[in-house]
Structures are given as C-alpha cells and as structure tokens.
C-alpha cells in the first residue's frame, strides 16, 4: 500500500495571522512534502525487501544504508514532516499544567527550555530538524538531526514536538532569520497540547 500525504489538522491560512502565511504552508506541505512521499512511493515499487512494510521500518531498514539512501532521506522526511505538522496549531497558547512542570523540571525553567531548543535549532549548520524528545532516561531533552534525520534512528528519545529549519520552512516569512523563526515558532506556533498528549 502506497504512502500518502496527511492533511494539514488546520487550514493552509490558518497560521497566517501566528507568523507562517498560506503560501509557505502551501509550497512546504504540498509541494516538498509531497515530492517526498512521491519519491518515497516510487522507490518501494523498486525494492521488493521494503514493500508492505510501516514507514517506521522503513526508516529502521534504510538508516545508515549506502544502498538505501534515497529511501531513508525521503521516508524520513516524510515522518519529520507529518509530525511537524502536528507540532504547530493556530491556537497555541499556555503549555499544559503537567507539561509545564516536567520542563520545568528538567530544563529549570520555561525560559531555559525555549532557549535550549532556539540554541539547537539556530544550531543546526544547513538544513534540519530541532527536537523535544522524552530521553530513555524518562527526562525532557532536546536534540537535533542534520537533513532526514530523526530521533527513530539515533536513540535520543520519543519525538514530543519537532521545528523544521530547512529553509523552505521559513524563506518566505523570514527571509534568512532563522533565530527569529524559532522564537515565533516557540511564542506562537508550537502545539504543546500535543506534546503533553504524547508525554502520555
């Protein structure tokens, strides 16, 4: 069975007035991430091994794979982006009560976690990915992955919430300023009732 692009859980509008207008939702999400799940699909047709197989074994199976790496790049772009997606809402506000204080107590402060995560991904040299992961040690810690790279792969923990910084991601609303795209991101964009959700 083919991959499919998810719909957006909003409209493509519906973050314009929080900082990310409907043409850059439009081009990322319609264009780039449908060119990977495209590309994504067409090399499955070509690899028996693959087919039938969930995208998290996929990327399981690709990772650090000479042969496969077209496979692993766009499988794992297609898994950051669908839960990129889900890492933003157009009513982002307050982070949860128990969230709140699991950051709180692992980061000291608020404050201190969004400036760790804007440190990681200012960061990131080229393109990638800045993390909230729940750590196997049962601590909130943030990470980031260069290009398709994800925390599936390098053990770093359970994805919570993920900021794409490939340059497509932002260009069109912040033009080269990437800090400021992450600071908007945390104070606007960022759904952190989905990441409460998924710290279970």
Same mark, same amino acid.
């Not at 081009?27 to 449908?34: A, D, L, P, T, Y």
């Given at each position: ?9 909003y409209?493509?509008?519906a ?11 439009e081009? *990322? *999400? ?5 060119a990977? $799940? ?25 990772y650090?794979?000479?042969?496969? $790496? ?11 982006h669908?839960?990129?997606w ?8 307050? $982070?949860?009560?128990?969230l709140?204080?699991k950051? $709180? ?9 969004? /400036? ?12 990638g990915?800045?993390?909230l992961?729940?750590?196997?040690d ?15 792969v390098t053990?770093?923990g ?8 490939? /340059? ?24 952190y /009732? ?7």
């Open positions: 069975m083919a991959f499919e692009l998810p719909p957006l859980p409209a493509h509008s973050l314009a007035a929080r900082g990310m207008c409907q043409e850059t939702l081009v *990322h *999400h319609g264009k780039h991430h449908q990977y $799940v495209t590309a994504l699909n067409g090399l499955i047709e070509k690899n028996a091994a693959l087919q039938g197989k969930s995208l998290e074994e996929v990327i399981a199976l690709a650090n794979k000479p042969d496969l $790496v077209p496979v692993f790049n766009n499988a794992g772009q297609h898994w950051n669908s839960l990129a889900k890492s933003m809402s157009p009513t982002s506000g307050g $982070v949860p009560g128990r709140e204080r950051l $709180v107590a692992d980061f000291g402060s608020l404050a201190a976690f969004k /400036e760790a995560f804007k440190a990681a991904a200012i960061g990131q040299f080229g393109s990915w800045a993390w992961v729940l750590a196997p049962g601590k909130l810690k943030i990470a980031k992955t260069p290009n398709a790279v994800t925390p599936l053990g770093e359970k994805p919570l919430l993920v900021l794409d910084v490939w /340059e497509h991601g932002y260009y069109l609303d912040f033009r080269n300023r990437r800090p400021d795209y992450a600071q908007n991101w945390l104070d606007n964009l960022a759904n /009732e989905f990441a409460a959700a998924e710290l279970g």
